[in-house]
């Protein structure tokens, strides 16, 4: 009997609990996205779902340099290191932000600055100082006008718009780009659909520059072609041609007829000079050559998330200037409109004011400093604690925030899985973000990383 109102007691609170599912669900025969199933003496609800019009879109892989951070993150181990993303750190390893950029800011908001609306070519008073700082003030090509400037969206976005130029209006022109180049570069030029190969740079052998190499590809080169230099702290090997060198890179892009395309991510923040940083690209000038520039106040004012950057156009006269930056105006206008203002006021205000000009200067010189000391104690460390006798004056031999280490994707593999030091996978790592307190440490990882974990040896240039 108990037995019978047990089953009787769970089959009336069965039912109750599938009516109340009805009532939540509406009567299944009004709604065209339910079926009912019976079985037996209870009556189970089941959703047709129709297949999705997305299910042709599969899931695109982690970015290379991104994911490196999302990785770090999620490591417990007190040791970690993040040396993956470009982004300076403090001897502290915490974000920093310029005083003097501080600065600037309290001025806009002592002036109550509006948020209005800026012109599809960006600030004024930006494209201005931004082409002064990057040619020279009184440079003939400023004042004659002959350098068309519109603000972008940091060096990415400014790569991105000339891009789109060059594909409208060189069709059939390929860029050659160094072999290897920042990881975003390709994938701008593919989605603008600009055909581009790659020139020798990264000399394995040396971990240095093969320059011969280079000099041959560009000559070799359709004429007409761009050729994408990094004016200064090349990334991802910090390998920079030398003056002379600059000079004969220059000789041969005239002599092909090519068309020279700078990216300019780091004036000021490799050497810590902004004139010295400027110095590949004030060659060109010189010569009266017509080329492009990206510029980015990512690294050297610390406006990461500002997304603030310019492209230049250097033309033979103010006509073709003003030509060319109507069309640049016209690609923008459908892809975001005009930019964001606030980033563009900061770097008008520092460089528009004599005295937070000299400030910046000073802070530049002391982030290029720290990051020249962390370089050579990481070096020092090395040295004393390898025996094998290898050579790491390399090291010393780069500029810039990052170093090549010449470690392959199976010895980087080592450095994230045994000693929980985050890279890309290509030997790059951003001594940036490291402290003088942690080189040791990572002397050790590369030591070990570069003898014990030459299983699968391939250069970086065949990973």
Known sequence: MASSMLSLGSTSLLTREINKDKLKLGNSGSNPFLKAK??????????????????????????????????FKADTNELKLNLGVGAYRTEELQPYVLNVVKKAENLMLERGDNKEYLPIEGL????????????????????????????????????????????????????????????????????????????????????????????ADIKEAPEGSFILLHGCAHNPTGIDPTPEQWVKIADVIQEKNH?????VAYQGFASGSLDEDAASVRLFAERGMEFFVAQSYSKNLGLYAERIGAINVVCSSADAATRVKSQLKRIARPMYSNPPVHGARIVANVVGDATMFNEWKAEMEMMAG?????????????????????????????????????????????????????????????????????????ADAIIDSYHNALLYWKTPIEL
């Open 38 to 71: 019976s079985s037996s003496r209870v009556t189970m609800m089941t959703v047709a779902v129709k297949p999705s019009r997305f299910e042709g879109i599969t899931m695109a892989p982690p970015d290379p340099i991104l994911g490196v951070s999302e990785a």
């Open 124 to 215: 004024a008073a930006f494209n201005k100082a931004t082409a002064e700082l990057l040619f020279g003030a009184n440079h003939p090509i400023i004042k004659e006008q002959k350098v068309a400037t519109i603000q972008g969206l940091s060096g990415t976005g400014s790569l991105r718009l000339a891009a789109a130029l060059i594909e409208r209006y060189f069709p059939g022109a390929k860029v050659l780009i160094s072999s290897p180049t920042w990881g975003n570069h390709k994938n701008i030029f593919n989605d603008a659909k600009v055909p581009w190969s790659e020139y020798r740079y990264y000399d394995p052998k040396t971990i240095g520059l093969d320059f011969e190499g280079m000099i």
């Open 259 to 263: 068309i020279p395309f700078f990216d």
């Open 370 to 442: 720290r990051i020249k000391t962390v370089r050579q104690e990481l070096y020092d460390s090395l040295v004393s604690k390898d025996k094998s006798g290898k050579d790491w004056s390399f090291i010393l031999k780069q500029i810039g925030m990052f170093s090549f280490t010449g470690l392959n994707k199976a010895q980087s593999d080592n450095m994230t899985n045994k000693w929980h030091v985050y890279m890309t996978k290509d030997g790059r790592i951003s001594l940036a973000g490291l402290s003088l307190a942690k080189c040791e440490y990572l």
